[in-house]
C-alpha cells in the first residue's frame, strides 16, 4: 500500500506555527513525500513523509485597483483548465497549466469528473507551507484506482509559444535561470537565446513552488504522484524540479491561509477542514461560473504593475512575492 504524505528531510519537524521566512531559513524542511509500508518501517522515530451563491475569497484580488486599466490587458481562463475548489471559506479557483505537466492535469480533470475529491479533507496543513488534500483515506496513506503519473518535474519550453514575462533571474540545481510568468504561472527557464542551440529549439522550464501554486504529492519514486495534491501557503524553494506544479490559484488566494492548521493523525483534536466538491469549470453551468479575470503578463498595465513594485534599486521583488493579479470580469470592457 502506497502512504501518501509529507515526510521530512533531515532530523526533525518543524513546528506547524513556523511563519513563511522562518520555512525558508530553517535547517529542517517540509518536503511532499510518498512511501511504501516498508521504508516507512525503516524510518525508526519519523512519522512518514457570493457570487451566484458562492462566496469568493477576495482579500488578495485587485477588484478596483485596475478599474481604469485597458481591457485588453486582461484575460479570461480556459475553461477546460480551470478548477473550482468548494470550501466552507468560499471557492478556491485554480488555473491549470497543461503546457507544464499535461498527463496530471488530465488525470486532475478524470478525477474531478468522477467527483472523486468531493468531500475529502485537507489532512494535512502546515503554516508557512502548504495545504495537502486529495486522500480518499483521510490519513495520508490513500490513492486512487487511477495509475501513477509520470514525473513531471521540468518541461521543454517552446519559447515562441510559451512566451514567458521576465522578471529576474535566480540559482537553480542546475544553475542560473531566467524567472517571471507565464499567464499567472511563475516559472524559471534557460534563457530563450538558448533555444537556437538545441535540437528541438526549445529550452529546459519548471514551475516555481510560490504561495498559491498546485503541485503534487509523490513518494520516493518519482513517479508515484496519483491523487493527492497540494496547494502552497508559502515559499518553498526546495520543492522545486522535485515536484509538479500543474496551476495557480486565481481567485480565492485568502482562502489557502484560512484552512485549518494541523496533520491528521498527529496533531491532538484535530478536525481538518473538507473539499466540499471540486469541479471543472467547463462542467459548470453557465450561470453558476466565476467570472474571473486575469492580467497578461505581456501587457503594459503588468509593465505598470512591475514597476510600481520596484525597490530602491530599481529592481523587481523575487517572483514569489509577485501576485498576477486578477479580479471579477468587468462587463463593460466586453
Not at 81 to 95: Q, S
Not at 279 to 290: L, Q
Request: glycine content about 8%.
Amino acid at each position: 500500500m502506497t502512504r501518501l504524505s509529507l515526510a521530512i528531510l533531515g532530523a526533525g519537524f518543524l513546528v506547524a506555527t513556523a511563519c513563511a521566512e522562518e520555512q525558508k531559513t530553517s535547517k529542517t524542511q517540509q518536503v511532499p513525500m510518498v512511501e511504501t509500508a516498508q521504508n516507512t518501517a525503516q524510518n525508526t522515530g519519523q512519522k512518514p513523509v457570493q457570487k451566484n451563491g458562492q462566496n469568493i475569497g477576495q482579500k488578495n484580488e485587485q477588484t478596483h485597483m485596475f478599474a481604469n486599466s485597458n481591457p485588453a490587458d486582461w484575460r479570461e481562463p480556459d475553461l477546460e483548465n480551470t478548477l473550482y475548489i468548494t470550501t466552507e471559506y468560499g471557492t478556491i479557483v485554480v488555473e491549470m497549466v497543461p503546457e507544464f505537466a499535461p498527463k496530471h492535469v488530465e488525470q486532475i480533470k478524470k478525477l474531478t469528473r468522477q467527483k472523486f475529491y468531493d468531500d475529502l479533507t485537507f489532512h494535512r496543513v502546515i503554516e508557512g507551507f502548504m495545504n495537502q488534500t486529495g486522500d480518499p483515506r483521510g490519513d495520508g496513506t490513500g490513492n486512487s484506482d487511477l495509475p501513477n503519473i509520470p514525473a513531471e518535474f521540468s518541461f521543454r519550453r517552446d519559447p515562441r509559444v510559451i512566451k514567458m514575462s521576465i522578471v529576474g533571474k535566480d540559482m537553480f540545481t542546475n544553475g542560473e535561470a531566467e524567472v517571471g510568468f507565464y499567464k499567472a504561472q511563475p516559472l524559471a527557464s534557460q534563457p530563450s537565446g538558448m533555444a537556437i542551440l538545441t535540437k528541438d529549439g526549445n529550452v529546459d522550464a519548471w514551475g516555481i513552488h510560490c504561495p498559491n501554486v498546485a503541485s503534487m504529492a509523490r513518494g520516493k519514486d518519482v513517479n508515484s504522484a496519483n491523487s493527492q495534491f497540494f496547494l502552497m501557503r508559502g515559499t518553498t524553494s526546495s520543492l522545486n524540479q522535485k515536484y509538479t506544479v500543474w496551476g495557480t490559484t486565481i481567485m480565492g488566494r485568502d482562502i489557502l491561509t484560512k484552512i485549518k492548521v494541523g496533520t491528521k493523525g498527529e496533531t491532538k483534536n484535530f478536525a481538518p477542514d473538507h473539499m466540499l466538491k471540486v469541479r471543472v469549470a467547463a462542467d459548470v453551468p453557465e450561470n453558476e461560473r466565476i467570472s474571473v479575470e486575469i492580467m497578461k503578463t505581456s501587457s503594459r498595465s503588468f509593465e505598470n504593475y512591475l514597476d510600481g513594485m520596484k525597490t530602491s534599486k530599481g529592481t523587481y521583488p523575487a517572483v514569489c512575492d509577485i501576485e498576477v493579479p486578477s479580479r471579477f470580469k468587468n462587463k463593460n470592457s466586453q
